[in-house]
């Protein structure tokens, strides 16, 4: 089993910034892509951003050239540095990780953004 622990969400102005962190712990030998979803009340979730682990990199339209991710491959954490945000970000956003060992997707329990001024 792998477990995903989010961090970093909170309230921010329209035009702030936040950094959410997600650390991997369990059976994380083998760990494959990683990734940041969202998903806003009433609404479906969706991909922000995901990043394999040779540093390849996936960004939604909505968030390109405001949001990075970044991943450390030696101890298994994700970040999504979020610049410029806006009212629309507002969503819980969830850490997302494969692993190649369990051959399965795992979902950390999601973390709150909130934009409003």
């Known amino acids: 089993q792998v477990e995903l622990v989010e961090s970093g969400g909170g309230l921010v102005q329209p035009g702030g910034s936040l950094r959410l962190h997600c650390a991997a712990s369990g059976r994380i030998f083998s760990m494959g892509p990683m990734g940041w979803y969202r998903q806003a009340p009433g609404r479906e979730r969706e991909l922000v951003a995901t990043?394999?682990?040779?540093?390849?990199?996936n960004y939604a339209d909505s968030v390109k050239d405001r949001f990075t991710i970044s991943r450390d491959s030696a101890k298994v954490t994700v970040d999504l540095q979020m610049n410029s945000l806006k009212p629309e970000d507002t969503a819980v956003y969830y850490c997302n990780a494969f692993s190649y060992a369990v051959g399965q997707y795992y979902w950390g329990k999601g973390t709150l953004v909130t934009v409003s001024s």
């Open positions: 990043i394999t682990s040779s540093g390849g990199t």
